[in-house]
């Protein structure tokens, strides 16, 4: 009788000090951390003109939080701020895409209060020249063709089925759709993992990539087409649904001419945390198959946004770093900016919105990089998915965690408290969750306790009523 709660005083002393080391090394962790600044980073080369950055920011109960801040940002050639421009103040507000355009303004996506606001935007005079409405309320694309027609990428959040998801044209100077590509048309109801739901495709870009030609990015379904204006029909497909070996979720892909008018297509592979590039080889347009050429990958959390530069090196999002690189083919980070919060788009303003940069195959730089060199606040920690995955590789666990440490990796950004780093929030976490499951099981081995406990509380009470 003697043995059995020593033993059970052994287990307490056990978890108790699990818990205290991890809420020591969380500690630790949270005491050399740097917290995501606007500021420079590495600068070995010099661009040819200055960076326009757009962070997404994040919000709360309808008021924009001053940590997580949605803002464009302008990036000198040397990496100093040249300004800032901010969404409206104390309200639901988002920064997506951003576009150079020809006059040396911007064409600015800003998500504002249940509608899409896009405004031309005069840097020199921080003015709105002019401002159209969209009802959508998260709209992530919109470009500017034609002179006066607005191409959009139309996410709808629909709450009745189907969904009204489309890419549409807009024309500013009649003000009405002149065009319409509605995804119901073209795709199952059970496409987008067999569910349609509020949000079927979340269609996140559109760009023409030639006269009537439509690249559209549907992320919900793991895929990049080409639609063409006049027929409707979709001309090239890269990825399916649920081919994440493929795509996963991507953002901002980028059309390339490559050799000899080879389509090929570069694009950030968000939540695969990489950036790759295809080459289309053999068959007509509809027919043909995609060789990937290119892979980026090694530290990143969720890319959203990938351009060749006419140097050869891509500009990179690298989102929840809340950091731009440009980066070799080698995968050498050579420029770097830091621009929290959750940046979004970023464009070398000199070569548009599209720079159209060599490809990977006409730089004969084909294959797999690593990224090296940069800082990011998290420097010198491996990430929570390459962890988890070490540890799953050498016991029977499912390979399946190794998926959940990645969607954990995009999601605790959102949900920690920015002073905090990522891994001092997941081991805050893991011991809280530990902690939880031992009051748990204290309960449950003292049950018996507890209900005399609480029949002697209840009677005393009684008793007390009684002598009133």
Sequence with gaps: MVGLPSRRWLVRGVLGAVVLSLLLTSGVLTLSYEEPTLKRGVTSTTP????VISSQGWHARGVSLPSRPARLVSVAEDGSVNWTHDGPENRTNWFYDVDPLANGNLLVVNPVGGTTVVYEFDPESRERVWTERFDSPDIHDV???????????????????????????????????????????????????????????????VDEIRDGEFLVSVRNMDQVIVVNRSTKAIEMRLG?????????????????????????????????DRIVEYARTGGPPGNGS???????????????????????????????????????????????????????????????????????????????????????????????PNAVGSVVAATPLPTGITDLATRWQH?????KPTWLPTWAFSILVVSLLLTFVWAVGEGVYQRQRIRRRLARMVGGVRDGLKRR
């Design 143 to 205: 470009d500017l063709i034609n002179g006066d027609e607005l191409l959009v990428a139309g996410i709808n959040y629909d709450t009745g089925q189907p969904s009204n998801d489309s890419v549409f044209v807009y024309d500013r100077t009649t003000d009405e759709v002149t065009w319409e590509w509605e995804f119901k048309d073209h795709y199952p109801a059970d496409a987008a993992d067999g569910i349609e739901t509020k949000d079927w495709t979340h269609v996140n870009d």
């Design 240 to 272: 399916r649904d649920d081919d994440h070996s493929t795509l996963f979720e991507q953002h901002n892909p980028t059309y390339l001419d490559g050799a000899n008018g080879t389509p090929t297509v570069l694009v950030a592979d968000s939540e695969n």
């Design 290 to 384: 995609w060789e990937r050429t290119w892979t980026l990958s090694g530290g990143m959390n969720w890319p959203r946004d990938a351009d060749r530069l006419p140097n050869g090196n891509t500009l990179v999002v690298d989102s929840m770093n809340h950091r731009v690189i440009e980066v070799t083919p080698a995968g050498e980070i050579v420029w770097e900016m830091h621009a929290p919060w959750a940046t979004y788009d970023a464009e070398r303003v000199a070569h548009g919105d599209e720079p159209g940069g060599p490809t990977i195959r006409e730089q004969n730089a084909t294959g797999n990089a690593t990224l090296h060199g940069g800082s990011h606040p998290e420097e010198g920690f491996p990430t929570v």
């Design 48 to 51: 040819d003109s200055e960076t």
């Design 411 to 415: 999601v605790a950004p959102w949900l």
